[in-house]
């Protein structure tokens, strides 16, 4: 981390400054030119306040070399996460698929899609038992009892299941949920994600809505300071001027972008990031070519009962499709 | 809300889909033509899940013509929302200033920056004991304690206080908080909106990093839905794709969108806005000239150590000059 | 197109519109109901100005139901365009390979690098003769200088080339050039648009920096509506909050989204998409995998001069290399 | 500016950079510490490419200091530009309105709006001949014959008058007009921004779509680096991901960042920033309180024919009305 100082800053308060760098444990590196003084901050700047450091009355400009994350950076840790979740395993050389309803409606809905997704090479159920709605009018989940109905399509076909929490005082309900999702409207929630980071539970972070990769990272961050590694990092596609066609637009290149900064594995949405189902397919291959460690898609069941489906999820017919054809393109 | 069919809609279609229409308790307005038929949702169409009728097989488009919130619509409320808060009132004639630290730091330094914005003509106290930070390494607030250094800058001047909640599981400590700020980062953080509606605390909303005004206005909505209707809305800046010198886009015309769109009072945040206290002053100014019902701005006392205080705080004496030249305006 | 008029509109003021409308050859499917009038537009309503429409004061709310393109449009034109250029083909199953460096700079550089991308699978030479710069101080291309040295390469290696045109006043240095591009900031250059339909020259129109897909598909209208049916469309990436790791956000659901709408071939340049070198791999492999008609991609071959060459060129080995994985996608 | 050397730099490496800058015409300063090698270059670094430096191998970042632009810098010139435009000024204390139809469509209608707003206080008179116009189907403009009747209604009122140039081989038509506009999509067409600067006519430079400020001042220095200082700098609202409600984001900060930034007078178009009649007075009010040294507002006349009216356009009676509060705000 490198501070510019302002011209004109006389050496008592460059004494002042440095004295205080060096009280949060860091070295100092100081620079005095004819021009400019640059002062070079040495150590672990991750807990340095960048906005704090930029208010000060002598600061012209900071910049940051190394990133403000620490436990997430692959610096510091060169492997690929693997997280184990149920008897399967996301990140390395696995390639995870998590598939399903968007909302569980009902335990036969559940049990039916679960088995069909399996037979189509699905390693992990997903279904959502809580639902962010952005009206207060509209459906908002079965809660508990749609998490006891996935639990059931667990136990006929052995997939470990997916499913968004909304709420730290909601995680007795998820004991035995494989995998928590923390949606992208939850995932500046500090509150929530430090309480994960104190239970030792599997995470899908869900990247927000227009978050940056930096402050996507930072949220890892939060849940990994408590205690608990075991993250899995979701683009989900993000907000931009442009929604006529598709409903986001999903960054894929965020992929190879994770994969240098961080260790943790890296899913593609490909679902909510387009909100078609004609879009599922394309993006799906695209995000297993540029090298996602797995997809999270919908799909649903119910050809009688077509009012209840989003428009961006697949028949069982076309996601086994898409597993074929994604199959082929992971080689 | 008018639904167009696709071309080769049958007859048995179109009857399933309006008996479902008429089962919500709406009317249907049918117009079947030579080329295109469409379907007239008449009613309280908030109910009504766009998302789903959008995904039905047969329809080609969809088209709200009224809000989907309810509550906050100024249509059905016409007069001016003042919500009491203490022993002072936003929205309506009065011009609310809530002034104060960003981060409470100790008792004294936020009794005299009471003293002082008071002075300067401040109608409410505002100051961060719950900090949300986008590293979990920055400083989080003094929390519980925080609060109580406001209550007791509360009572040596008369100021009625306001500050930030992050999670329903604090609302014990905010029983003596004249008003609740939810922030830009819990803007649809569902469940927390939802606690909120229980109370009848007055709650002013952030407007969310890059939330429409319609999603801003829904998640008020959730509030009110709960049986709360003491909302008050801050415009704090948009996110966008130039933040070289502005941390953020003051949307000022969402002022007067919002007058129209909903009854209830809007102020305007220009410190976290642009994240500059030089720009506080001229963008102060202009929401007061395009009908904001108050101010939301950041003041610190602290020359000595201004080590903790933010790029974007006023010292009195700014604060006190930015408050005669929004008099002026005021008129 | 429809038109759902304002309660209490009277007769008089109906008929005037539909009169209207139906001075501009369209036909008029009126529905009159108890709560809101409809008009329906039937025809070729892409001549129909929807700010016009919008802005009578009878008019609540207007939405288009076909697109307001023609000559682009699918519908009309079912089969994929082809668009031959020189001894080679985009559009269709062939797939396109243009590469080559950013700016031109030496007649030597230029002709070394096409022996090495045709080498490699490359089917076109790119490389800029006319550069659009931010900053009139930056290196603005060797203009007239740079074409003779890219046609120069063409003779040596028989690969057709392709650059950039920044005003209609210089199509006469064009008159040997294969492919004509239209850069990101010119998009809505309407002039050079319209000159460019005058000619007979296939066109390759790049996408805004922030255009959404329906104006750059009613800027290659405006090509189109000329008479000039030789068009390319190459997505390169579009501006969003986040440009700290990559310079844009490259929206490849855009291919899938424009193979749907229009029958125009679609690339994709993965090079000023993303600004890395270390990311053209990945993102030409997703491209290749979502459907792209083919690549820009760029390519330097300067090792001992690296001053002048760009964080986002790839070396012809690196480009090499780049091609086999391709080919293994396209299968 | 600053460039951070990366670990490992040798000094054979460091030498060849350092004689590359010094080259440049600049001095070197070099730093080298014992974590990291860091090297200020001191002089006039505006003509520095750094993308071209970035580019380096040995180069870790680079960090401007000093802005880019030079003849547009206030650091250099730091009084207010004031600039003549006919028998009016913009900048510095004057604070200009310039008003009329969005186009002309008759010498009537234009003299007619040309008094009326004469008559209200506006300083110039503003109408479209050539029609940047997203659809090729849409009405371009009267073109030559819409300069001759503001021409003829400049004649009448004495109105200075303000149009857009498209395109730099229609100069010749533009003698006579007084103040030359380049609209959002052409701010970045750098032909024309070059020939515009070997003229010594105004220009009003509008912000483009999705500008950066720093973008916008660059093009109005590669105006300035041909001779021509005679630029007035217009906001007319961002591209943003909300469009429901308002066309673009009115970016109201940028008038006081460019008032700090540069010396060239800075203006507002609440028109075309909002799109609505109804927040034409609000915003323009904002304007005047943050600053603004004027205003450009869409007036028509045409009540039989309001056809052909903007939406966004007010009758000279609203016109005048914001006049008379737009005076209270300045004082």
Known sequence: MIAVLKNGTNDTQ????????????????????????????????????EDLLISLDIVE??????EPFKSANRKFHPDDTVVKVGNTSVGGDAFAVMAGPCSVESCEQVVEIAKAVKAAGATLLRGGAFKPRTSPYDFQGLKAEGIEFLLEAKQQTGLPIVTEIMDASHLPMFEEVDLIQVGARNMQNFELLKELGKTNKPILLKRGLSATIKEWLMSAEY????????????????????SQYTRNVLDLAAVPVLHELTHLPVIVDPSHATGASR?????????????????????HNDPKKALCDGPQSLTPEQFSDVMSSVKKILG
Not at 61 to 66: A, N
Not at 223 to 242: F, T, V
């Open 279 to 299: 879009l599922v397919k394309p993006m799906a291959l695209a995000a297993a070519a540029c090298g996602a460690n797995g997809l999270m898609i919908e799909v």
């Open 14 to 49: 460059i004494k002042k400054l440095t004295d205080w760098i060096e009280s949060l444990g860091l070295q100092v590196h100081l620079s005095k030119g004819e021009y400019q003084t640059i002062v070079g901050l040495v150590g672990d700047t991750s807990r340095v306040d």
């Open 61 to 66: 400009t900071v910049k940051r070399i190394s």
């Open 223 to 242: 849940i990994m300071a408590g205690g608990n590694e075991n993250i899995i990092l979701c683009e989900r596609g993000i907000r931009s001027y442009d």
